[in-house]
Structures are given as C-alpha cells and as structure tokens.
C-alpha cells in the first residue's frame, strides 16, 4: 500500500506563506497525479492544485497566481508553495496521489490531512 504523509502546515497571518510537503512510501511502481485538496469547517473537500504526470497543473481560481504546486518525481514528493494568504484559505489540505503499485494494481490514496490557519 501508499503512505502520504503531510508536512508544514501551521498559523500563518495574512499575507504570509507557507509550503506544505507531502512525501508518498510503499510499494509504488509509479505516481500519475498527484494533488492538494482542502477542506473547510462546514464545506465539501475541493482541488486545489493538480500535478499530473505529463507536468501540466491545474488550480483552483480561488488560488491562482498565489500558489505554486510542485513535484520531485525521484522521491515522489510533492510541494505546494503557498503565498499570499488570505483568511478565506483556512482549512485542512490533505494530499492525494494516484498511480500503480509494483503489482501492477491502481492506487488512490490520501494523507492525512495537515491545518493551515491564516489569522491576525
């Protein structure tokens, strides 16, 4: 199976930055996307910014030119470069990664979940 685990998040005020890292282990033949999501107190989960494996990304409206997703492919790690923050980016970010296991079975898998709080 995939692990992800999620790194950086914390309180931050407005205007700041923070980078989140979430760093994928187990039996991974190969990582296709890779993805943040987050999730605020009373909303659904929704994307924030998508790493697809030809190298094209994709973010949210609510984030672009603020946010920056990244990837090393050699220790399938991903990173998202958040600046800028406004209260409204609150939430929990959670990790997803989807690709094959060295079984040759798809994986789906998520971490779980780090805080970023933007406060004065």
């Known amino acids: 199976q995939v692990q992800l685990v999620e790194s950086g998040g914390g309180l931050v005020q407005p205007g700041g930055s923070l980078t989140l890292s979430c760093a994928a282990s187990?039996?991974?033949?190969?990582?296709?996307?890779m993805g943040w999501y987050r999730q605020a107190p009373g909303k659904e989960r929704e994307l924030v910014a998508l790493?697809?494996?030809?190298?094209?990304?994709r973010y949210a409206d609510s984030v672009k030119g603020r946010f920056t997703i990244s990837r090393d492919n050699a220790m399938n790690t991903l990173y998202l470069q958040m600046n800028s923050l406004k209260f409204e980016d609150t939430a929990a970010y959670y990790c997803?990664?989807?690709?094959?296991?060295?079984?040759?079975?798809?994986?789906?898998?998520w971490g779980q979940g780090t805080q970023v709080t933007v406060s004065s």
């Open positions: 997803n990664a989807v690709g094959y296991l060295t079984n040759s079975e798809v994986f789906d898998s």
């Open positions: 187990g039996s991974i033949f190969s990582v296709n996307d």
């Open positions: 790493s697809r494996s030809g190298d094209s990304t």
